[in-house]
């Protein structure tokens, strides 16, 4: 039973539990899971707008992209192991790959 009157022990101990839970999903890929990293990317862009005064409204005039699209910090797979780094998600597939 963890000791309650320690919450700073109970947190690193979750944190712990959940690193080596995480470690172990990206080593041992379940083999009978679909395997495709994914990732999230925002580009920014400068949008433009006209007013139009009869209608009370702005409307968009025009949308430029101002940053170049880059990669994602973190990536996820299709079978649902999420927050890896790029190196482990190659691990991930590399791992994937040999269980085939």
């Known amino acids: 039973m963890p000791d309650d009157s320690d ?3 109970n947190l690193e101990q979750w944190k712990s539990a959940m690193q080596e ?6 080593a041992n ?12 990317a925002q580009v920014t862009y400068r949008v433009t707008f006209d007013y139009d ?3 009370d409204a702005l409307e968009r005039a025009s ?10 910090d973190l990536l996820s797979c299709a079978c649902g192991v999420r927050g890896m780094t790029p190196e ?5 597939m590399a791992a994937a790959v040999e269980r085939e």
């Open 53 to 55: 005064a009869e209608d």
């Open 88 to 92: 482990e998600a190659r691990e991930h």
């Open 7 to 9: 919450p700073e022990a």
């Open 63 to 72: 949308a430029e992209e101002v940053d170049d699209l880059t990669d994602p």
């Open 21 to 26: 839970e995480h470690a172990e999903a990206i």
């Open 29 to 40: 890929p379940d083999p009978n899971e679909s395997h495709q990293i994914e990732g999230v």
